[in-house]
């Protein structure tokens, strides 16, 4: 089935998400749209989908002109979608998520046999092995994501749209990700590939378009370098490498031994982890999203309850303290959901860059806010760190993501650090901020700073690291060089340390 | 092509010590078996108490009356009680959760300790088919709320009305029914004033998303103030014509009645109660087994899941949330047609409250919101007959025994359960 969207235009208040997009997939196609966090895509894809009505614009399945008023036309009209966060349903299970909105009744009750075997009717074609009657709430996410497929697959889709369906997966599933995208071709589907990983672009793509602030600014080749590519998703030629010099690490800084934590439902979070980060280096902690990382950090600033091992810092235990005595000791953090965790959205920048120092002076004196001092702090390092505002009084939330982490990042950097732990530091940000965030976290390094950078991008993790310790279910699987290769450290995301491969610690 | 099989290799590792049994439920038995011990053992009465098992109604077959020892039986059972404890720490020692049938047995021992406890003693038999069959008639319009509840709650929006919905119910059939003549359409006519509580509620909750809360307690607030104006206005002046309905008869299944005990608890009842049994059944068989209940289980855990394969959220939401409401108003009828006849200002008395407590202790599933709320509906007929038979409990105690049971309900064994996930959360498209 040939997909064609002409002129598609939505906005939203006054932001322009899609402005005039023209595209066509043909069937037996991968067509690849690329673009960085906010471009339009997403929401490119749910006006596709129906999830959004279009304010101007067509889409035309086999040249007929479509009219979605919601999702469940475009699933009948053929199209199927792989969602970035599933649309499964936890406490259901395989069988149950794949039939739902299409269910086939014997007698007015539920015909689960007939949904099972289409589970397995559809697995066995692709050769997956997917257990009908398994929770989703059981299952690993690279499995819940062929369950997607399948319940796109189960409706008779001839279009497939895949919205950044690698941010959860190892690289060993992204692979095999990309070898099911290319049966599927086979199979005479037409695909449509959401992403902004140029890597897994230039593998499957038969098309490239390249969309930025909401337009197309142009097609590309599979062949196209990395550098092409990216300029074009940026609008400007950049150096996705930083320069970083060589590590003069010293004595360690921060050592933790043994960690263990233990979630509400005393599962183990974290298993055993032992660990030293040297002032003046970065050791980053690789690995997908959800194997103890976030529980890790959270220990370190004292987030966490259910805690057991040693955490020193500079030969003084901070394991026991409140968090506010941790950051008295200098501990700077980066949470990984800023909007959550680091920002209150309805305060203003200047506000927020005091969130943590409303306990005495310069900020606070005899109990009253120092407003004079505030403003002054507060103007200089919205200068200093480049943050895009109208002025200091501005709410946060208002502020782009890439402008919210710097005001984190000026907040946590303005005191005296002896350690610098960020999580996710550059989730969801433009290549400009990433740039930027980047240098500022290696600037702290080579002033002599313990840093602990928590990433799932691997780009991420090569481009920072002098040290990598990477995560599985709780556990670090092995401390390598941060020059370890990415197959190598793919194996060891997914649990597995090569025979071979060279420790670091 | 083999994701599980790349994941494998090391997820052994962290399973052990996983699982962890938590000795909450053995601890809790244990206190209760101790608190038997004192009761039955270090408290215990001397004389005789006698249980009578035939029903007042029973023709035919009698059935013996049971004379028992009250300090021996005390002790017997006080011994029972702490080995069934101990049982359950035995469990929770080899890592294995005590289960529901454990607790029930337990419960049902202790509870005759207590019976026969205060019923030692005194003049008076104890009339155990009486007391359950009051306790089933106590319970069916909590029955009926908390069907109403577990709907409404597993498609998405927390129901706090059932208490309005069920005086509307009350207050609406007594008047139609004294109007009509017709029970039949009394019992309509509190369904369709439920469905109206159930309308407000859900073009707030689902349209106007306001907190549902909120809207819920105001409802709840409403319809008290408005049923109690109207009825000391209107009522009480016209009662003749307006606040006189016929009361249902009892209708015996041929058979089926005479099984003692049995017979008369479940098969020699009113209409109201026999549609109840319908009720609880087809909710359950629904909610599990047909697409209705697939599609309305989707839309409580996940609006948007189930908003791109093609259901309409706020639809289903909608005529779902008023049929629980005609649930509940059936539940209401049960005040006035199905029990007293006339309708009298506040007559449920919290028992929407009650049932909502029964929808969580019941976990959000019908048969053991049921089950919960038969529980709650003998926990207060228990008082009501104590006082009765002139037993040595004070009796403000047993009043306040039915909303004891809810607290150590709601609270002691509830912790595990999770309700449907997007209860209470109005699903916004964007």
């Known amino acids: ?505 | 092509m083999s994701a599980v099989t790349a994941t494998s290799p090391v997820a052994s590792g962290t399973a052990a010590g996983e699982l962890k049994v938590s000795y909450k439920t053995p601890i809790t038995l244990g206190i209760f078996a101790l608190l038997g011990v004192i009761l039955l053992v270090v408290f215990g009465r001397n004389g005789t108490s006698v249980f009578n098992f035939t029903a007042s109604n029973a023709g035919a077959i009698q059935l013996p009356v049971v004379s028992m020892p009250g300090h021996l039986t005390g002790v017997v059972i006080a011994i029972l009680g702490v080995l069934l404890a101990l049982g359950s720490g035995l469990m929770a020692r080899f890592q294995r959760r005590t289960p529901l049938w454990y607790i029930t047995i337990f419960a049902v021992v202790l509870v005759t300790g207590f019976l026969v406890w205060a019923s030692t003693g005194i003049p008076h038999e104890l009339h155990v088919t009486g007391l359950l069959v009051g306790a089933l008639g106590l319970s069916a319009p909590l029955i009926f709320g908390s069907l109403g509840g577990v709907l409404s709650e597993r498609v998405g929006v927390t129901n706090i009305a059932i208490e309005g919905q069920l005086l509307a119910g009350a207050f609406v059939s007594a008047v139609t029914a004294t109007i009509t003549h017709s029970i039949i359409a009394g019992i309509l006519a509190a369904a369709v004033a439920g469905v109206l509580v159930s309308f407000v509620l859900a073009v707030f909750a689902i349209k106007y998303v306001v907190n549902q809360v909120i809207i819920g307690v105001v409802l709840n607030t409403l319809v008290a103030g408005l049923t109690t104006f109207l009825y000391q206005q209107v009522l009480l002046n016209n009662i003749g014509a307006l606040n006189n309905p016929p009361v249902l008869k009892q209708l015996p299944i041929p058979g089926l009645s005479v099984i003692p005990i049995i017979g008369p608890l479940l098969f020699d009842q009113n209409v109201i109660v026999y549609f109840m049994y319908v009720a609880v059944a087809g909710v359950t068989i629904g909610l599990f087994r047909t697409r209705w209940g697939l599609r309305l289980r989707a839309v409580g855990e996940h609006p948007q899941a189930a908003d791109t394969v093609g259901i309409n959220v706020g639809r289903t939401r909608f005529w779902n949330v008023a049929l629980a409401g005609a649930i509940v108003g059936v539940g209401g009828s049960y005040f006035t047609l199905g029990n007293i006849g006339p309708f009298g200002a506040n007559m449920t008395n919290g028992a929407g409250y009650i049932a909502l407590a029964a929808v969580i202790f019941g976990g959000w599933h019908p048969i053991r919101a049921t089950l919960a709320s038969l529980l709650f509906g003998f926990a207060t007929n228990l008082g009501s007959v104590l006082g009765s038979i002139q037993s040595p409990v004070p009796n403000d105690f047993l009043l306040m025994l039915p909303y004891v049971v809810t607290i150590f309900a709601v609270a002691g064994f509830v912790g595990r359960v999770r309700g449907p996930a997007a209860a209470g959360r109005p699903y916004i498209k964007s």
Request: proline share 3%.
């Open chain 1, 1 to 505: 089935m040939k997909l064609e969207l002409r002129g598609i235009t939505k906005t939203f208040g006054a932001l322009v998400a899609n402005d005039h997009i023209d595209l066509t997939v043909q069937p037996g196609e991968i067509h690849c749209l690329l673009g960085e966090n906010g471009a339009g895509k997403s929401t490119l894809m749910n006006i596709l989908y129906g999830l959004y009505r279009a304010d101007s614009g067509e889409i035309l399945l086999d040249d007929v002109v479509q009219h979605f008023s919601g999702p469940g036309d475009a699933a009948r009209a053929g199209i199927g979608m792989v969602h970035q966060h599933f649309m499964l349903i936890p406490v259901f299970t395989v069988a149950e998520n794949v039939m739902l909105g299409h269910e086939e009744s014997k007698f007015g009750f539920l015909d689960l046999p007939a949904a099972r075997a289409r589970v397995r009717e559809i697995s066995a074609r692709f050769g997956f092995d997917v257990d009908p009657d398994a929770l989703i709430e059981d299952l690993p996410v690279g499995v819940q994501q062929r369950v997607e497929i399948i319940k796109a697959l189960s409706r008779e889709a001839k279009v497939l749209v895949f919205d950044e369906p690698t941010a959860v997966l190892t690289p060993q599933e992204t692979d095999e990700l990309m070898g099911i995208m290319k049966q599927l071709k086979d199979a005479g589907a037409a695909i449509v590939f959401i992403t902004h990983k140029l890597r897994e672009v230039r593998e499957v793509a038969d098309k490239i378009t390249v969309i930025r602030l909401g337009k197309v600014v142009g097609e590309a080749k599979p062949t196209a370098t990395n550098a092409e590519l990216a300029s074009l998703m940026v609008g400007r030629s950049i150096d996705l490498t930083i320069a970083k010099s060589k590590v003069k690490a010293k004595e360690p800084a921060l050592v933790v031994e043994g960690l263990t934590i233990h979630n509400a439902q005393g599962h183990v979070v974290v298993n055993n982890v032992s660990f030293q980060v040297r002032a003046g280096e970065i050791l980053a902690v690789a690995g997908v999203q959800g194997n103890g990382q976030t529980e890790l950090t959270e220990a370190l600033l004292g987030l966490q309850d259910r805690v057991m091992g040693t955490i020193d810092l500079d030969g003084k235990s901070i394991r026991h303290l409140p968090i506010h005595k941790v950051l008295a000791e200098g501990v700077g953090f980066i949470p990984e959901d800023r909007q959550e965790d680091a920002l209150i959205a309805e305060f203003s920048i200047a506000e927020n860059l005091m969130l943590d120092r409303a306990d005495g002076e310069p900020f606070v004196r005899h109990g009253a806010l120092q407003l004079a001092y505030r403003t002054k702090f507060a103007t200089d390092k919205v200068k200093e760190f480049d943050v895009r505002a109208q002025g200091i009084d501005e709410v946060v939330g208002s502020l782009s993501g890439g402008n919210q982490q710097k005001v984190v990042l000026a907040r946590e950097l303005s005191r005296t650090l002896r350690l610098f732990v960020a999580a996710q530091p550059t989730r969801g940000l433009d290549v400009g901020s990433i740039e930027f965030v980047h240098e500022r976290i290696v600037a702290t390094r080579d002033a002599g700073v313990p840093v602990i950078v928590v990433s799932t991008e691997l780009d991420e993790v090569l481009a920072l690291a002098d040290r990598i310790a990477v995560m599985y279910e709780g556990r670090i699987v092995g401390i390598v060089s941060g020059d370890t290769p990415r197959d190598v450290l793919g194996l060891m995301m997914a649990g597995e340390l090569p025979a071979g491969t060279k420790l670091a610690a």
